[in-house]
């Protein structure tokens, strides 16, 4: 439930569990035609805002307002569907194609093509890769964040075919520096209007000799890399290694006979999705994960049934997020956010005490509540979807038995929520 969704409302772990395993996992694959639980959710305005008026202007400060105004609407309402969702799959996957994709407001600058963006992991999320990546390669806020608008036949841009390589459909090693370069001047031409993220080919800045990319000479449009690389048996390979990353262990090696590289044949998505949630390795406790911040926030949100968009001080939420290293749209690198004890440290921890401090005081905490004090300790752990707590957990829990609220706070910190079993 934490790893194909983003943890249990109030209620949903006792059910799934009369309902035993291979029922939960087909309920948490299959998505629904209609979502209900997003019905509440209202769509923002997103537009273009065109270029950034000179400082002089009096433009500048309508500007930076909506700016601002559009950038938090964009962050809250992809975090309202996260936390709303009755099937967060499709949410938990847009929310992986973006760390795979990784690509960053901070230096588009402008909401709109992150928004189109997302919709676009959306779209494919569960879907066919080569329409993925094809789709992925028009896309303006990718093109821009690796600089493919710069890209021309005089002076080809290494940025994005490399990236698209190494990061996106091959991985590491798994092509030359030669290579870097043919598919270089392959992919000039596209250029971008950055505050609408709309992409446009222009020949003339198109480098239309013929390449040798991967042993392969020809004269590739853009649509043809995409498919060319994504064909490859490494490809196969590498998604499947990052979806075990991301789902099964960022510490252990993918078997080399893992039955998800066979299931992304076709390369549907959906497929090799399934093969590892039916992976026994899903259930050895040495690829227990840790939730990255963004993950703990919304199952902790789904929890304690609060709406992101909702809560005291939309600046707060962000600074905390902020503070634990994680905010949606807003990636370090093209290399996406890290995972495992990347997120664990001294710091992180009292961040996370206030951060679910300031949570818990906001909430009912009904899921809690209704359960008796007399199985509270125990019954708690059915609450927040935690196989079991530890002796050490069980002790500091029944200290705290009087005062729900620092209960709350201590169960959403302990180590068997921060980490999935």
């Not at 997003?38 to 930076?64: C, V, Y």
């Not at 093509?113 to 806020?141: C, H, I, V, W």
Request: glycine fraction near 6%; aromatic fraction near 12%; charged fraction near 20%.
């Amino acid at each position: 439930m934490h790893r194909f969704g983003f943890g249990p409302r109030v209620g949903e772990f006792t059910t799934y569990l009369k309902q035993g395993v291979p029922a939960t996992r087909d309920s948490l694959l299959t998505v629904p035609s209609a979502d209900f639980g997003l019905a509440s959710i209202t769509l923002p305005t997103f537009t273009d805002l065109g270029k950034r008026p000179e400082p002089n202007n009096t433009e500048i400060i309508p500007f930076i307002v909506g700016m601002k105004t559009q950038t938090e609407n964009l962050i809250s309402w992809w975090m309202d569907r996260m936390a709303l969702g009755d099937n967060g799959l499709t949410e938990r996957m847009t929310w992986f194609w973006h760390g795979h994709w990784a690509t960053s407001i901070s230096k588009i600058n402008h909401p709109l093509p992150m928004y189109k963006q997302n919709e676009t992991f959306r779209k494919y999320a569960l879907g066919n890769f080569a329409e993925m990546s094809r789709a992925m390669l028009t896309d303006g806020a990718l093109q821009y964040w690796l600089d493919g608008q710069e890209s021309t036949f005089k002076s080809p841009n290494e940025n994005l075919g490399r990236e698209f390589m190494e990061l996106f459909t091959l991985g590491v090693n798994r092509y030359s520096e030669d290579d870097v370069k043919a598919i270089a001047r392959s992919l000039t031409g596209y250029q971008v209007a950055n505050s609408s993220g709309t992409v446009t080919f222009n020949l003339k800045r198109h480098d239309t000799k013929a390449v040798t990319l991967l042993g392969t000479t020809k004269h590739f449009t853009g649509e043809e890399v995409s498919d060319f690389l994504v064909a490859r048996d490494d490809c196969a390979r590498f998604i499947s290694e990052r979806l075990w990353y991301r789902f099964i262990s960022s510490t252990e090696a993918m078997p080399n006979n893992f039955a998800g590289i066979q299931s992304f044949a076709n390369r549907e998505i959906s497929s090799v999705v399934a093969a590892i949630a039916k992976d026994s390795a899903m259930r050895d406790p040495k690829n227990a994960m840790v939730k990255s911040p963004v993950d703990w926030f919304i199952s902790a949100a789904r929890a304690l049934e609060l709406t992101p968009s909702k809560l005291k001080t939309p600046a707060q939420l962000k600074n905390y997020l902020n503070k634990l290293g994680q905010i949606p749209f807003y990636p370090p690198s093209v290399g996406g956010w890290p995972s495992g004890e990347a997120w664990l440290s001294s710091a992180s921890a009292q961040y996370r005490i206030a951060f679910a401090t300031w949570l818990v005081k906001q909430s009912q905490l009904r899921g809690l509540l209704e359960i008796p004090v007399e199985r509270r300790v125990l019954s708690s752990a059915d609450w927040l979807g935690v196989a079991q707590w530890s002796p050490r957990t069980q002790a500091a829990l029944r200290n705290s038995l009087s005062d729900p609220m620092e209960f709350a706070v201590l169960a959403l910190c302990s180590p068997e929520y921060v980490v999935n079993a």
